[in-house]
C-alpha cells in the first residue's frame, strides 16, 4: 500500500485554496492539496501545544523508538518517496537518494537525542542540590524551502520531536507532497500520537503568522537571506529564538600545487548539483592564476560534457529548475554578466525550464553572477595571484556558510582556512557536504551559526532550566 495516497493527502481541513502539485520537468499536474491560511496557524498550534505536554513525559526509549522507526520508513518507501523527489522538486534520483539516506540518519540521530543527559548537577552556597536540566521548547515552528526538500525539513522536526516538543511545519507550496506531507505520512505509520506534527503548506503569510504566534516558542528557519532577516526581525519583537539557515556564495579555492584532474570533477559538482539550487553550491571559483585558463577551459568541457534533462524518464546530470521565476534570476544574472564585459566559456542558454550548466570568465567584483547568490548552474571562474589575494577575495562577501580549498598540502590548506568566516570548511573537496552527525550553519549573511547536528539540537529545541531542593524551608532574616 502506497504511503502517499493522494486522496487521503491530508486528513485535517485547511482553509487556504486548492494547489495543482507540479512536475517543473514537463508541468503536469501531479495532484492537488489545500494550502494552509494564516488562520489555521493558531489552531495548530494550540493542537500542537496541549498534545506536547503528553509527549514531553512519555519515557525517553518510547520517543526513541518512533524515531527510530521513522528512519526505518524513509529505507522501506525509498522508492516511492524518491520518485515524488525527483518529480515534484526536479532532483535527479542520486540527489533523491542522498535525501532519502540522510532523512534517515537525521532520525536514527535524533533517537540517540531522547536518552542523551540533560543536565548537570552544581555545587551550591546554600544546603541544597542543585541542579539543570533541559526542557522542550513546547512547540518548534519549523520553515523550509524546496531546494532539499526533506533533508531541510526533517534535520528540524525529527530532534524537536525526539526532545519532546510538538512541531509546526510550513514547507514551501511547491514541494508540499515531498517536503511535508511525506513527513507526515511517514511519522503517522512509526507511531507518532496525534497532534504532535502538523503540517502547513503555504505561501509567506503563513510562515508570517506562524513567526507571530504566542505558543510557537523557536522558529526554525531555512531559506533566503531577505526572507531570513524579516525573520530574525519579527521574532525578536517577540522575544522569541530563530534560528536562520540563510543563502550563500561559497568559494572553492583551487592553489597552485592542486591537481587539475582530479579537481574538475569536484568543481563542477559543487556548481552543477541539483542545478545549483542549493544554498552551499560553489558560487565562486578563485583559481590561482598559473591554473586559471586552463581550468576555465577544462570546467567548461566538462559543463557541455553533462546531461540536462527530464530526471524522472532519463539518465540525466542536471535536471530542471524549481520554475520559471528561478529560471529568469539565474538568466537575468548571466546575461547582466556577459553585457558588464565577462567571458561565457559554456551554457548561458536554456529550454523551457532546462538551463544549461555555465561557466563564465574573467570576473571581477562588479560581475552581478560573482558578487551575488545566483541559486542556479553557474561556476564564475577568477583569477588570483598568491594565497593573500585568495583568502582577501574569499573572505569579500556579505555570506559566510561554506569553504572548499583544493591543495597538496593540506596544512597549507587549513592555515588558509583560518583567515576566511565561514561556518564550513572542506579540504580537498567542494562546499556541498553534509551529514546528520555534523553540526550546519554560517556566519554573517548565511544564518545565526551552527544550528543542526548534535549538540547543536540541544540548543534549539530546549531550555536550560535551574532547580534546586532542600530537605527542610529555607530560613530568612525577616
Same mark, same amino acid.
Do not use: C, M
Given at each position: 500500500m502506497p504511503l502517499l495516497d493522494p486522496k487521503t493527502w491530508q486528513a485535517s481541513a485547511l482553509s487556504g !485554496?486548492?494547489?495543482? %502539485?507540479? $512536475?517543473?520537468?514537463?508541468?503536469?499536474?501531479?495532484?492537488?492539496?489545500?494550502?494552509?491560511?494564516?488562520?489555521?496557524?493558531?489552531p495548530a498550534a494550540t493542537a500542537a501545544r496541549a498534545a506536547q505536554s503528553g509527549w514531553a513525559r512519555t519515557p525517553h526509549f518510547v520517543r526513541a523508538q518512533v524515531l527510530r522507526r521513522a528512519g526505518d520508513l524513509f529505507t522501506e518507501h525509498a522508492d516511492e518517496l524518491r520518485e515524488w523527489i525527483v518529480r515534484e522538486s526536479g532532483s535527479i534520483p542520486g540527489k533523491a537518494d542522498f535525501e532519502l539516506h540522510v532523512a534517515a540518519q537525521e532520525c536514527y540521530e535524533a533517537a540517540a537525542l531522547a536518552s542523551r543527559p540533560v543536565g548537570q548537577v552544581l555545587p551550591s552556597e546554600a544546603p541544597r542540590l542543585s541542579y539543570t536540566r533541559r526542557v522542550p521548547v513546547g512547540v518548534a515552528g519549523v520553515i523550509a524551502p524546496f531546494n532539499a526538500p526533506l533533508i531541510l525539513s526533517i534535520? /528540524? %522536526?525529527? !530532534?524537536?520531536?525526539?526532545?519532546?516538543?510538538? &512541531? &509546526?511545519?510550513? !514547507?514551501?507550496?511547491r514541494t508540499a507532497v515531498c517536503g511535508g506531507l511525506s513527513l507526515a505520512a511517514v511519522f503517522a505509520e512509526a507511531g507518532l500520537p496525534d497532534g504532535l506534527l502538523h503540517v502547513l503548506p503555504g505561501a509567506a503569510d503563513v510562515g508570517a503568522a506562524l513567526v507571530d504566534d504566542p505558543q510557537v516558542p523557536v522558529i526554525s528557519f531555512t531559506g533566503s537571506t531577505a526572507a531570513g532577516r524579516a525573520v530574525g526581525e519579527a521574532a525578536g519583537r517577540r522575544l522569541k529564538r530563530a534560528h536562520l539557515e540563510l543563502g550563500g556564495n561559497s568559494?572553492?579555492?583551487?592553489? $597552485?600545487?592542486?591537481?587539475?584532474?582530479?579537481?574538475?570533477?569536484?568543481?563542477?559538482?559543487? /556548481?552543477?548539483?541539483?542545478q545549483g539550487q542549493i544554498c552551499m553550491t560553489t558560487g565562486r571559483h578563485l583559481v590561482h592564476g598559473s591554473l586559471a585558463e586552463e581550468y576555465v577551459e577544462r570546467l567548461a568541457a566538462k559543463a557541455d560534457s553533462l546531461a540536462v534533462g527530464d530526471p524522472h524518464r532519463?539518465? %540525466?546530470?542536471?535536471?530542471?529548475? =524549481?520554475? *520559471?521565476a528561478q529560471l529568469a534570476k539565474i538568466h537575468g544574472l548571466v546575461e547582466a554578466s556577459t553585457a558588464q564585459g565577462a567571458r561565457l566559456a559554456a551554457g548561458g542558454t536554456h529550454e523551457d525550464l532546462f538551463y544549461r550548466p555555465t561557466v563564465i570568465a574573467g570576473v571581477d567584483d562588479r560581475t552581478p553572477a560573482y558578487a551575488e547568490e545566483v541559486f542556479g548552474p553557474v561556476a564564475p571562474v577568477r583569477a588570483f595571484a598568491d594565497a593573500e589575494e585568495a583568502a582577501a577575495l574569499a573572505a569579500d /562577501?556579505?555570506?559566510?556558510?561554506?569553504? *572548499? =580549498? %583544493?591543495?597538496r598540502d593540506t596544512a597549507r590548506g587549513l592555515d588558509l582556512a583560518e583567515r576566511i568566516p565561514t561556518g564550513i570548511v572542506h579540504i580537498n573537496d567542494q562546499t556541498v557536504n553534509d551529514e546528520a552527525v555534523a553540526p550546519f550553519g554560517g556566519v554573517a549573511a548565511s544564518g545565526t551559526g551552527a544550528r543542526f547536528g548534535g549538540e547543536s539540537n540541544l540548543e534549539a529545541f530546549t531550555d536550560i532550566r535551574w532547580t534546586t531542593v532542600r530537605g527542610d524551608v529555607a530560613p530568612y532574616p525577616f
Open positions: !485554496p486548492q494547489y495543482t %502539485v507540479t $512536475e517543473p520537468a514537463t508541468g503536469d499536474a501531479l495532484g492537488t492539496v489545500t494550502l494552509a491560511a494564516p488562520d489555521d496557524v493558531s534535520r /528540524s %522536526v525529527a !530532534p524537536a520531536l525526539a526532545l519532546g516538543n510538538a &512541531v &509546526v511545519l510550513k !514547507p514551501d507550496p568559494a572553492l579555492i583551487v592553489l $597552485e600545487d592542486a591537481d587539475l584532474d582530479a579537481v574538475i570533477s569536484t568543481a563542477a559538482w559543487g /556548481s552543477f548539483f541539483h532519463a539518465q %540525466v546530470h542536471l535536471g530542471p529548475v =524549481i520554475d *520559471g /562577501s556579505s555570506y559566510g556558510l561554506s569553504l *572548499g =580549498i %583544493v591543495t
